[in-house]
């Protein structure tokens, strides 16, 4: 196995298209990490010069050496690769990293160690293919929510699209800060959606209905549900 850094945009996205890669594994959330003090470097692990695998590494310095953590990465080009390749591809991508801890957190457990640490364990995610027609995806709802989704409907709320720019935002990360402190969760910090924004102010969609909100960020071909916060009367609005 080869493993070789990507200094390119577009290569690099193009490449992460063909995964749907999430957005941990994009280049703008590499550049939005560069924002709040880390470093981004992309890396493609080829067989033979044919491109198997890819990952967005993030590196923080401590203490001397640096920790390097691929959020949801490797990603494998071949949807089921065999032990062997996952194997190889971790060995490669592990010696081109600097020294120090090294930190992996992929879709699927992979086998083996990186250095002295096992892999983290998979993250829980949902994901919704939003390809379907809509009568389609009605459909395959759970019926309580295809139930509030028709009251919704039924209802004098209306949805408002913002414009995300800075001035905007703060008060709803503001909301949200308070909500993971209150609820005792941890997630991307808030302010990382300043710098998101920053890097890529037409990737952000954020919506509001009353008292109630959504951010989302679009990357490549898919879309990532970031924060939200419901209100009183919003919560009242979904019995």
């Given at each position: ?229 419901t209100g009183p009367r919003g919560r009242a609005a979904a019995r």
């Amino acid at each position: 196995m080869d493993t070789r850094e990507i200094t390119d945009e577009i290569h690099w996205e193009e490449l992460a298209d063909t995964v749907d890669a999430p957005l941990s594994q994009r280049w703008l959330y590499g550049e939005a990490a560069k924002r709040i003090g880390r470093d981004a470097r992309r890396f493609v692990i080829s067989d033979a010069r044919r491109p198997v695998a890819l990952a967005q590494v993030l590196h923080r310095p401590i203490l001397g050496a640096k920790i390097s953590v691929a959020l949801r990465g490797p990603l494998f080009l071949n949807a089921a690769p065999d032990k062997a390749t996952e194997q190889a591809v971790v060995q490669s991508l592990r010696a081109a990293l600097p020294f120090g801890l090294k930190l992996m957190s992929p879709d699927s457990r992979l086998p083996g160690t990186l250095g002295r640490l096992g892999l983290t364990p998979a993250p829980e995610v949902v994901e919704l293919d939003l390809r379907p027609p809509l009568s389609d995806m009605r459909l395959g709802l759970n019926g309580k929510w295809r139930n509030a989704l028709k009251k919704a409907e039924k209802s004098d709320l209306h949805v408002t699209r913002l414009a995300p720019s800075p001035s905007v935002l703060r008060p709803y990360l503001l909301l949200e800060k308070h909500q993971q402190a209150q609820r005792h969760y941890r997630g991307l910090p808030p302010e990382f959606a300043l710098a998101l924004q920053d890097v890529a102010p037409k990737s952000l969609r954020l919506f509001e209905v009353d008292d109630a909100f959504m951010l989302f960020i679009l990357h490549g071909t898919s879309a990532t549900y970031q924060i939200g916060h419901t209100g009183p009367r919003g919560r009242a609005a979904a019995r």
